[in-house]
Nanobody, 125 residues
Framework: QVQLVESGGGSVQPGESLRLSCTVS????????IGWFRQASYNAREGVAS????????FYADSVKGRFTISRNGDKNTVYLQMNNLKPEDTAVYFC??????????????????WGEGTQVTVSS
């Protein structure tokens, strides 16, 4: 049974940090790419970052480069998104999702077939 569960969201002020976790079960991360997406209210879901399980190749959207870091733990069942220097425009529901290995910069939603339920991140003063 494939399952992805996000956690770690919350409400912070601009400039603060959060770390999101995506815990997976029912498959081995080594064979798949995991992506983090976000969806702000009334906006389309957009790709944020991804990591490829067979070689740890990563991708970041231009809007988060230098601020966000995607990684995975040694047990290979959890993927993290460290978010530093958060900005109000980062406010969204954040989702993790799975796709077969491919180009990490291809973050079209339709390429990811399994999704978590999402975790809310709110950045405001």
């Amino acid at each position: 049974q494939v399952q992805l569960v996000e956690s770690g969201g919350g409400s912070v002020q601009p400039g603060e940090s959060l770390r999101l976790s995506c815990t997976v079960s029912g498959f081995t991360l080594n064979y798949y790419t995991i992506g983090w997406f976000r969806q702000a209210s009334y906006n389309a879901r957009e790709g944020v970052a991804s990591i490829r399980g067979n070689d740890d190749k990563t991708f970041y959207a231009d809007s988060v480069k230098g601020r966000f870091t995607i990684s995975r733990n040694g047990d290979k069942n959890t993927v993290y998104l460290q978010m530093n220097n958060l900005k109000p425009e980062d406010t969204a529901v954040y989702f993790c999702a799975r796709r077969l290995h491919g180009s990490t910069d291809d973050m079209r939603v339709e390429q990811y077939m399994y999704w978590g339920e999402g975790t809310q991140v709110t950045v405001s003063s």
